[in-house]
Every structure is written in C-alpha cells, then in structure tokens.
Nanobody
Framework: QVQLVEFGGGLVQAGGSLRLYCATSESIFSFNVMGWYRQAPGKQRDFVAF???????NHADSVKGRFTVSRDNGKKMVYLQMNNLKPEDTALYYC?????????WGQGTQVTVSS
C-alpha cells in the first residue's frame, strides 16, 4: 500500500515563503512522476507541479517563477518550495504519485496566505 504524507503547510503573509514536504513509503523510482495539486474552497483540484525520478520538472503557469518542485531519491521525499506567495495560492495542497495507471494521493496540507 503506497503511502504519501504531506507536511509543511501553514499561515503566511503575502510575499512570504513556505516549503512543503511529501514523504513516500516507496522508492521514488517506482513512480512515473510525483508532484503536487491544490484545491481552493469551492473549486476543482488543479495541477501545480511534478518531478520525474530523473529530475525533469513541469510547473503550472500560475506558479512558474515562484514555486519549485524537487525530490530527494535517497530520502524518498518530494518538496515544493513556494516563494512570493499570494492570497490566491491559499488552498489545500495534495501530494500525488503515479505508478503505471494508478494515481495515489496524500491527505493534504493547508496553505493560507493572508493579504
């Protein structure tokens, strides 16, 4: 059973930074990609970023230049460094991992950005 555990969310003022962490019970190399989605209240879950085991990344246009996804294969961790946060970044952030045709999700960590 794949387990993903996120932590690192919190309350921050606009312009501030946070780093999210996602720990997995499996080797990162067992997944096609790992990354992050977010869901604001009353809205759909939106893609934020992913990273492959080889280190290739992709970021949503809304976070490019501000957020950076990375991974540590040895520690089985994926990170999301979030800089210059805006109130519209407020959401529940979910870590995900894809293994063949199956997508796994963490329980989410709340990020709240005050203006």
């Amino acid at each position: 059973q794949v387990q993903l555990v996120e932590f690192g969310g919190g309350l921050v003022q606009a312009g501030g930074s946070l780093r999210l962490y996602c720990a997995t019970s499996e080797s990162i190399f067992s997944f096609n990609v790992m990354g992050w989605y977010r869901q604001a209240p009353g809205k759909q879950r939106d893609f934020v970023a992913f990273v492959t085991p080889e280190g290739s990344t992709n970021h949503a246009d809304s976070v490019k230049g501000r957020f950076t996804v990375s991974r540590d294969n040895g520690k089985k961790m994926v990170y999301l460094q979030m800089n210059n946060l805006k109130p519209e970044d407020t959401a529940l952030y979910y870590c995900y991992a894809e293994q063949l045709t199956t997508r796994y999700w963490g329980q989410g960590t709340q990020v709240t950005v005050s203006s």
